[in-house]
């Protein structure tokens, strides 16, 4: 059923007359949204790197201290990818 979808919007996008504009971007705005592209999908591999090391701190395969430095270490970390990630999603939504 999705394949058929998407078959139909590219019969129905092709089928149009109309010219599309030769300058769609400029360089620089390019620049910039492949860079919050690149921000955004750094974020969640580095988002999804944390869910699979809490799944084997859970599991007990690694061992920790539970030292107040690793912890707000580990919460101004987690604040930055959230913000990078918020950051480029406002940024692309522009």
Same mark, same amino acid.
């Given at each position: 059923?999705?394949? &058929?979808?998407?078959?139909? #919007? ?28 690149? #921000?955004?999908? #750094?974020? &969640? ?46 940024? &692309? #939504?522009?």
């Amino acid at each position: 059923m999705r394949y &058929l979808y998407i078959v139909v #919007l590219i019969c129905l996008s092709c089928g149009s007359n109309e010219q599309a504009p030769e300058d769609i971007m400029t360089q620089d705005q390019m620049i910039e949204f492949l860079f919050k592209v690149s #921000l955004l999908i #750094l974020g &969640l591999i580095v988002i999804r790197f944390g869910i699979i090391q809490i799944r084997k701190y859970k599991k007990g395969e690694i061992r920790s201290k539970n030292n107040i430095f690793s912890q707000i270490s580990f919460l101004i970390f987690f604040a930055a990818i959230i913000g990078l990630v918020i950051y480029s999603i406002l940024g &692309l #939504l522009e």
